[in-house]
């Protein structure tokens, strides 16, 4: 159900960030085109999924069953493989916080370092310009679209008890004083 959301919130994310998700989408796919004609596919010629990366992960990771001492694997590294050094810090956070909502699907599938880095900068400068635009943020466009997709499930109406009414206007002959001032 987590997974059909963030797919859901992905789609979104396209629209509002003009493509963005669609870019993803695209350099995902060519990634995996070259592992399965480099021979690094599974033995049905298919190349195994990489695992999502989600909040609950990380606490289960942070706190170790048996108490041990153990390194800890940074989430963006393991997601970005090596493109971490494209980014600036805040650039690291914001797709940190991206990671921690669910939204590690803009990022699987990107290609080693030196591979269509300006179309991974093109779409982490979307993230930024979306993030600094929206009020909130990045988080909050997330947490508002899975309110709204919950709302949408249970056929909530956002509109419930809102009456239309026609604005009084003013009527605004060209030339006359009021329309110049």
């Known amino acids: 159900m987590v997974r059909k959301s ?23 796919s060519n990634s995996k085109a070259v592992a ?7 033995a049905n010629g298919s190349v195994a999924p990489e695992p999502l990366i ?15 001492a153990e390194a800890t694997p940074d989430p963006l590294s393991a997601m970005l493989k090596g493109n971490e050094a494209l980014l600036s810090e805040q650039e690291r956070a914001l797709v940190s916080e991206l990671l921690q909502l669910d939204q590690g699907h803009l990022f ?11 179309s991974k900068r093109q779409l982490v400068d979307q993230l930024v ?3 600094r635009s929206y009020h909130g943020g990045l988080p909050a466009y997330v947490r508002n679209a899975k309110k709204l997709l919950q709302e949408s499930r249970e056929g909530t109406n956002p509109f419930e008890g809102y009456v239309p009414s026609v604005p009084s206007g003013v009527r605004l002959d060209f030339g006359s004083p009021d329309y110049l001032a």
């Open 6 to 28: 963030a797919i859901l919130i992905g789609v979104g994310a396209t629209v509002a960030i003009g493509g963005a998700g669609y870019l993803a989408y695209h350099l995902r």
């Open 108 to 118: 699987e599938g990107w290609p080693e370092p030196g591979t269509a880095d300006s």
């Open 54 to 68: 989600t909040s609950e992960v990380q606490e289960d990771r942070s706190h170790p069953a048996d108490g041990a």
């Open 129 to 131: 310009l979306l993030h």
């Open 36 to 42: 399965v004609s480099s021979g690094e596919g599974v």
